[in-house]
């Protein structure tokens, strides 16, 4: 046995069930009492709170939210059958806005009706609304929050508002955020303006601030400012040697950038700059150059060229800066920072000791016999070069055989990055005898024996 009654039938009653043989006469019946219990609610009206009387001055913002209940839990409109031409009310929440005119003071009756969605039953509830006159001796101020501003995320912005009163003063300003990301860290300039540091944002959006003055009589006015932010395009990387590397003098500084995103723009352009801190702040000593970028804008490459033609001296730290620049508002740039670098001061020689050696005779050339200029390496290797008319072994040179006067050696340094210049090493070459021979000399002499004349064997006078 199955069924539902429906909310119209609540009774009692008797329930005969009756059993018989499929192909016989005989049966058997059974009753039993079945009661329905009356459990719907009846449609029933929403309620309405008591609203009590409300009274506020011309030119002043009322706000009031109306409530009521529904015993079924059914949705409820509210809607204004009865008010003044300035107030208004939220269908959805029952809030009743509005800020009668300098002309609309009056005692005013409010009906408010609260009516369930989806049928016919509500409920009223009325209060009288009274506005005193107040402007007669005070007439209300003038807030100016400002002009709409474009800026990026994570950028400073400053709301500059104002405040004017004809008759009176501004004895108050307040801004509160009305949309958007929240802000937060606010820094009072003055008492009409404020500055904060835009909030990280996904994708672009708008902030709304609203700045309400006061006057010395309470009288108020508001205005809205919007800000505009633009994400930032994101760079995720500068692709540089190492950290702290340290190029050759001669060495080309190139810069690649990789993972440039932007969820809300296009990307338009790349750019980069190298700065220095020699003096003790960030200097920018080669502005912003145009990187050129990949075909899907995900990368950028640039090449500065020679540490040297660019100026870059030893032992300062330099850095390489780069950003990615989108079409939105205010031109979105992301930033990113390379590892610190460093240019090699290259090793001169710049001069040498005296070096003499007999003919046939070999000579081992060492770091002693020469001056090294070199203000960022202490340490440095020693290379002798071929040349003419000597050989090398290691650091050993041997001149040709027989051969005397002025040997020039060819040698180099390296400071464990780069060589220096070739330098000409001059060595002296000694020609001397190698078989002694005997040698005979006369000393002729005067009467007084004084030397007068020397003569070889041959009577040659020497």
Known sequence: ??????????????????????????????????????????????????????????????????????????????SLTVSPSWLTIDSSSGLMTGKPSCSQASSSTVTVKAEETN???????????????????????VANAGGDLNKLERQWVTLNGSGTDDDGTISSYSWTQTGGA?????????????????????????????????????????????????DRPSVASILVPSANYKYRSDENINLSITGIADSSDNIVEAQTYIRTNDSGS??????????TLNAAKTGATYGWGGASPLGLLPNIKYQMIARAID??????????????????????????????????????????????????DASHTFTVLSGSNYTVSGNTITPTVDFSGQ?????????????????????????IDETPTRKTIFI????????VAETDSNGDVQ
């Open 282 to 291: 960030w200097q920018i000593i080669h502005g912003w150059k145009t990187m």
């Open 407 to 431: 040997l020039n050696v060819n040698i180099k340094v390296n400071d464990g990055i780069e060589d220096s210049d070739v330098y000409s090493l001059n060595i002296t070459v000694n020609d």
């Open 1 to 78: 046995m199955t069924g539902k009654p429906s909310c119209s039938q609540a009774d009692t009653s008797t329930v005969t069930v009756k059993a018989k043989e499929t192909n016989g006469p005989l049966f058997d019946t059974e009753n039993f009492t079945l009661k329905v219990s009356e459990s719907c609610h009846p449609p029933t009206a929403p309620v309405l709170d008591s609203i009590t009387n409300k009274t506020i001055n011309e030119n002043t913002s009322f706000s009031y939210a109306a409530n009521a209940t529904d015993v079924n839990g059914d949705a409820i409109s509210y």
């Open 444 to 451: 002729h002499t005067d009467i007084l024996g004084t030397p």
């Open 327 to 376: 079409d939105g508002l205010s031109g979105g740039h992301g930033w990113h920072k390379g590892q610190y670098f460093y240019v090699n001061d290259k090793p001169v020689i710049n001069a040498q000791s005296s070096i003499i050696i007999e003919k046939n005779t070999s000579r081992a050339i060492t770091l002693s016999d020469i001056t090294i200029s070199d203000s960022d």
């Open 119 to 141: 049928g016919s039953l509500f409920d009223t509830e009325s209060f009288t609304l009274k506005v005193n006159e107040s402007c007669s001796t005070n007439k209300a101020p």
């Open 182 to 230: 929240a802000v937060s860290d606010w820094t009072v300039i003055d008492n009409d303006s404020v500055k904060f540091i835009s909030p990280h944002i996904s994708e672009n959006s708008t902030l709304t601030f609203t700045l309400q003055v006061i006057d010395n009589n309470g009288a108020d006015d508001t205005d809205e400012v919007k800000v505009n932010l633009n």
